[in-house]
T-cell receptor
Framework: DIQMTQSPSSLSASIGATVTITCQAS??????LSWYQQKPGSAPKLLIH???NLEAGVPSRFSGSGSGTNFTFTISSLQPEDFATYYC????????FGQGTQLEIK | EVQLAESGGGLVQPGGSLRLSCVGS????????MHWVRQVPGKGLTWVAR????????NYADSVKGRFTISRDNAKNTVYLQMNTLRADDTAVYYC??????????????WGQGTMATVSS
């Protein structure tokens, strides 16, 4: 089974700041990685697929990069609506989610 | 509008069964791979099961293998999750999700609102 290690588990940041979340796979997954945003009481929302491809309608302040085992997810110029929990997910071999990163307002 | 709507959750005793349903609207599920993902309240997401377009190919997480069965009825645009021999650690919100293998393979671009299954005596 492929394990996904996401860090940090939580972070706080100010409106307008830039934040980065990392995700490490236990084996090479190429670019088979997605990122999701989840707000309390709601289903997850797909933001990025193929490690760096922005899903339609998602603001360009969200971006992703990486391949193999190391991936990053960046939000530039944080907006109030961005405070949520973020998950990475691999789909090279079935599907595994990272444990999530809770982003809070500083 | 493309939507998924789950139902069938509830309270069941350990060892009991539940059958979850997920109805699609605004699209046909027949060409999609369909999944169930669960989330213990306050915890992370865990993939549970998938059924491919052919309806006969299925895969499961190790934690539910042999106890849960995913199926689909394309005529009813509905996916099911039959959950047997339920345990307390199966308590979670269960989401249905769509994988469009043409446009966004591997990713879940459409989710339902979730249905809560609680296993407790």
């Amino acid at each position: 089974d492929i394990q996904m290690t996401q860090s940090p588990s939580s972070l706080s940041a100010s409106i307008g700041a830039t934040v980065t979340i990392t995700c490490q796979a236990s084996q090479d997954i190429g670019k088979y990685l997605s990122w999701y945003q989840q707000k309390p009481g709601s289903a997850p929302k797909l933001l990025i697929h193929g490690a760096s491809n922005l899903e339609a309608g998602v603001p360009s302040r969200f971006s992703g990069s990486g391949s193999g085992t190391n991936f990053t997810f960046t939000i530039s110029s944080l907006q109030p609506e961005d405070f949520a929990t973020y998950y990475c997910q691999q789909y090279e071999n079935l599907y595994t989610f990272g444990q999530g990163t809770q982003l809070e307002i500083k | 509008e493309v939507q998924l709507a789950e139902s069938g959750g509830g309270l069941v005793q350990p060892g009991g069964s539940l059958r979850l349903s997920c109805v699609g609207s605004g699209f046909s599920i027949s060409r999609s791979w369909m999944h169930w993902v669960r989330q213990v309240p306050g915890k992370g997401l865990t993939w549970v099961a998938r059924v491919l377009s052919d309806g006969t190919t299925t895969n499961y997480a190790d934690s539910v293998k042999g106890r849960f069965t995913i199926s689909r009825d394309n005529a009813k645009n509905t996916v099911y999750l039959q959950m047997n021999t339920l345990r307390a650690d199966d308590t979670a919100v269960y989401y249905c999700a769509r994988e469009d293998i043409v446009l966004v393979p591997g990713s879940f671009a459409v989710w339902g609102q979730g249905t809560m299954a609680t296993v407790s005596s």
